[in-house]
């Protein structure tokens, strides 16, 4: 597969302070959609303007479709970005804004006309061409924003936050109108977000940074299912996490004694022997089971601790004998099972539904314990 990006141990500072890139690196396949995923200040805007040559950086190397980008200029680069705070022309028109670029680039006007009729039409703006920005809605000046880097026909189309701005709803028809454009233009697109909705939804290859680092890449099923760390676990969804040590290991199975309890766990694909290792062991919501009878592998008490209901599922607090907390979530059918906070329960989970996470996070000298029960 050709990769449209390659990164390889990218360094940035800003200043001696801030160490913003702590040596990243990652490949972007040609035509994919990628989505970097991480909280406010993890990098991703660093990340991205260095990729389009806005930035400098201190070490490492950029290629994109096999060429070294050391010394490429921006306007030369087959990159094109969305900024952050998408800002469109207030004083020109719709049709101005979007063929902005290609009139820079000296382009004949029957092909910028051409090529801004297409790219509206792929985003169901046509017909607002003599529109001012300031008589669009939030959505529609998205999608001309969009248009204004796509317009360009760039072999690698970078989205900085471009859903930030927009309401629920709206962010919803949004995720699914640049699913339909990645489609439908075959470029490879390169977008970034802190929500886990966004990312998991819209992502063929999802990346998760933490501050300055990659903790994880893999498709959203791979990350969400199998994370390698606390913090990946984490930012993609909830989970319940449990402090333990390995007790013993056999046959892909390993035996994880926590407060709680002794539970089992699939061993991580690339885990060697983990026997005597401090791990936290985790389980998500939605695979824990309420009244479990003796056919699940793993069986804790608890007691109701409180309950939510969020119209398509309904959440459950409990509280393990020894205080730890454990949220279970079911699809919400027509009633609440229970209500009575006290009320003793039995939970379950399946073997095959936990995961053993070795490390909080790929950053170095974290201590576990603090990473699972610290806000
Ligand atoms: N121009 C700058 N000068 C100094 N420090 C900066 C500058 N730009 C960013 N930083 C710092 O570098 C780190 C990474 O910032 P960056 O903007 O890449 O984060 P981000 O992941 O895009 O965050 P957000 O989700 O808030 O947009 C942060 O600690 C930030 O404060
Ligand atoms: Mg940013």
């Known amino acids: 597969m050709t990769k449209a990006v390659e990164v390889k141990d990218l360094v940035k500072w800003y200043g001696k302070e801030t160490l913003a890139l702590n040596s990243i690196s990652f490949d972007v396949d040609a035509g994919d959609f990628f989505v970097i995923m991480g909280p406010s200040g993890c990098g991703k805007s660093t990340t991205m303007k260095i990729l389009a040559g806005l930035l400098d950086y201190d070490s490492g190397e950029i ?35 979007v063929s902005f670029g290609l009139r820079m680039l000296g382009k004949q006007q029957d092909e910028i006309e051409k090529s801004v009729q297409r790219v509206l039409r792929l985003v169901g703006m046509e017909g607002f061409e003599k529109r001012s920005p300031l008589e669009l809605s939030g959505g529609q000046r998205q999608r001309v924003a969009v248009c204004r880097s796509l317009v360009l026909d760039p072999s690698v189309l970078l989205l900085d936050e471009p859903l930030s701005h927009v309401d629920y709803r709206l962010m919803r028809k949004l995720i699914e109108d640049f699913k339909v454009l990645h489609e439908e233009v075959g470029n490879t697109f390169v977008l970034t977000t802190h929500y886990q909705e966004q990312g998991l939804s819209m992502a063929e290859t999802l990346m998760i940074m933490n501050t300055g680092v990659v903790e994880q890449i893999g498709t959203p099923e791979e990350v969400y299912w199998s994370p390698k760390t606390v913090f990946a676990a984490r930012f993609v969804g909830d989970i319940n996490l449990l402090s333990g040590e390995v007790e013993s290991q056999r046959k892909g199975e390993c035996t994880v004694k926590t407060d709680a309890g002794v539970f089992r766990a699939p061993v991580p694909r690339d885990g060697g022997d983990l026997t005597g290792a401090k791990v936290a062991y985790g389980i998500r919501p939605e695979r824990l089971v309420l009244d ?75 201590d576990i314990d603090e990473v699972i029960y610290g806000t």
């Not at 970005?81 to 469109?88: D, F, G, H, R, V």
């Not at 007691?303 to 907390?325: A, P, Q």
């Open 63 to 97: 290629f994109m479709n096999g060429q070294n980008m050391r010394n490429v200029p921006a306007y030369k680069r087959d990159i094109s970005m969305m900024l952050e705070n998408y800002a469109l022309f207030p004083h020109m028109n719709v049709y101005d804004n």
């Open 292 to 366: 479990a009878t003796r056919k699940y592998e793993n069986v804790v008490d608890s007691e109701l601790d409180g309950f939510y209901f969020f119209g398509n599922l309904i959440e459950y607090v409990l509280k393990t004998s020894d205080g730890n907390s454990l949220k279970v979530t079911e699809p919400a059918d027509a009633t609440i099972k229970m209500r009575a906070v006290g009320k003793s329960i039995k939970v379950g989970w399946r073997t095959q539904d936990a995961v053993v996470l070795e490390k909080p996070s790929v950053i170095k000298g974290l």
